[in-house]
């Protein structure tokens, strides 16, 4: 449609500023759709040329009415106040903001566009979003985020109601387990766990409603760890996001002396994933309990152990995972007896290897095991993780 045409047409229908300027939104740049608006009605040649701030009237400002908007754009204080109160109780630094327009109001847009086309318009939503945005912006002293904000604000205009989505916070760290019978994340409250343990001080601090827990790899519930194990902490719909993590650490080492933290900081939600996929070689040290009279001769052969051990999916676990062979590499093995029916193996692992099943061997389903190479049975009784090469 010729753009002269589509300004003659337009004009007849008695928009306001904005809505008149919002059809055109394509032309010049640097303006808002009022100012277009303004120009439409007051300049002869339509050309890109025309559409700039030099041929602006001095006393333009936001706001008019129209059949169109229905007042919208005079609401605009309205609604950041109505924002900001919202958001007051959030401490954020970026945001972005939406708007859900009254069905009356998108209808009405609809028609138009069915009449006069849309080539050069702007939807009315995204005019009062970028208005009400940079209110808000100014007034908060935030930042705009289109990807991940801290906040997404959304106005419903028909009800006033604000909705608000809150980005989850990630903290990154290392722990040391101190004892047995605690596991690594919640999974029944009656149960203690290393999330558990941080989780209260953070979830204060934070004021989150909360936590998720991504650990670099799993850890059993009897097993402790001296070695830093990585973890992310994750602080779903907080209300605060600038936490002393130094504090927090000292808060949380001084609670209880089950889980110790070290290396607090902030970190994006990708490294969720690096740390998940993390392959880290592991040393272990197990106290094994064999039910036959042991020689010192015995334990050379646990240097057997070194090399490609193969392990098909342990018994205990093979409910919740699927049946697959594993081949993980043992590196170092070193034997000591304790008692004539205890030994003390320190061994060095590639990750993802099962200490447990290659200590009894799990019915054969690990090969070679403790078990397979003394003939006898061998049982791990207790389980440290000593070091973690990342
Ligand atoms: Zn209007």
């Known amino acids: 449609m010729d753009l002269e045409y589509q300004r003659q047409e337009l004009l007849a229908e008695?928009?306001?500023?904005?809505?008149?300027?919002?059809?055109?939104?394509?032309?010049?740049?640097?303006?808002?759709?009022?100012?277009?608006?303004?120009?439409?009605?007051?300049?002869?040649?339509?050309?890109?040329?025309?559409?700039?701030?030099?041929?602006?009237?001095?006393?333009?400002?936001?706001g008019g009415e129209c059949y169109l908007c229905q007042g919208l754009f005079n609401e605009l204080n309205k609604y950041t106040k109505l924002m900001i109160d919202r958001l007051e109780e959030y401490q954020f630094n970026t945001i972005l903001v939406g708007t859900?327009?009254?069905?009356?109001?998108?209808?009405?847009?609809?028609?138009?566009?069915?009449?006069?086309?849309?080539?050069?318009?702007?939807?009315?939503?995204?005019?009062?979003?970028?208005?009400?945005?940079?209110?808000?912006?100014?007034?908060?002293?935030?930042?705009?985020?289109?990807?991940?904000?801290?906040?997404?604000?959304?106005?419903?205009?028909?009800?006033?109601?604000?909705?608000?989505?809150?980005?989850?916070?990630?903290?990154?760290?290392?722990?040391?387990?101190?004892?047995?019978?605690?596991?690594?994340?919640?999974?029944?409250?009656?149960e203690n766990s290393v999330q558990q343990v941080l989780q209260t001080p953070f979830l204060n601090e934070f004021d989150a409603v909360e936590t998720k827990f991504h650990g670099a790899g799993r850890e059993d519930l009897n097993v402790r760890c001296f070695a830093k194990r990585e973890f992310i902490l994750e602080l779903m719909e907080p209300k605060r996001r600038t936490v002393d993590l130094e504090k927090l650490t000292t808060v949380v080492n001084q609670s209880q002396d089950q889980v110790e933290i070290f290396n607090l900081k902030f970190v994006t939600p990708d490294k969720k994933e690096v740390i998940k996929n993390r392959k880290a070689d592991k040393t272990y040290k197990a106290i094994v309990h064999i039910d036959d009279d042991l020689s010192a001769n015995d334990v050379l052969e646990l240097e057997k152990l070194k090399g490609l051990v193969e392990q098909e999916t342990p018994s205990r676990v093979l409910k919740n995972r699927g049946d697959r062979l594993r081949?993980?590499?043992?590196?170092?093995?070193?034997?000591?007896?304790?008692?004539?029916?205890?030994?003390?193996?320190?061994?060095k692992t590639e990750a993802g290897a099962y200490i447990k099943e290659l200590i009894s061997g799990d019915n054969g389903r690990t090969q070679p095991s403790v078990a397979e190479l003394l003939d006898c049975q061998a049982e791990c009784e207790r389980l440290d993780v000593i070091s973690i090469d990342n």
């Not at 930042?143 to 604000?162: G, K």
């Not at 809150?166 to 605690?182: C, E, F, M, P, T």
């Not at 590499?329 to 304790?338: C, D, G, P, S, W």
Request: proline residues 3%; glycine residues 4%; charged residues 30%.
């Open 100 to 190: 859900r327009p009254p069905e009356s109001v998108k209808k009405k847009e609809k028609e138009l566009w069915e009449d006069y086309g849309k080539q050069y318009a702007e939807p009315l939503k995204t005019e009062f979003n970028r208005l009400l945005a940079k209110r808000i912006m100014r007034r908060l002293n935030v930042d705009s985020d289109l990807e991940r904000p801290d906040i997404q604000a959304v106005v419903d205009i028909p009800s006033d109601e604000v909705e608000l989505y809150l980005s989850s916070v990630l903290v990154y760290g290392q722990y040391n387990k101190y004892v047995r019978d605690i596991s690594q994340t919640i999974w029944n409250y009656s």
């Open 327 to 347: 081949k993980r590499e043992i590196y170092q093995v070193l034997a000591e007896v304790i008692t004539s029916h205890k030994i003390e193996l320190i061994i």
């Open 14 to 62: 008695d928009l306001c500023n904005h809505c008149l300027g919002r059809q055109f939104a394509q032309l010049g740049s640097g303006l808002e759709n009022y100012e277009r608006g303004y120009l439409l009605r007051n300049i002869n040649d339509l050309s890109q040329e025309s559409f700039k701030r030099d041929n602006l009237a001095g006393n333009l400002s936001v």
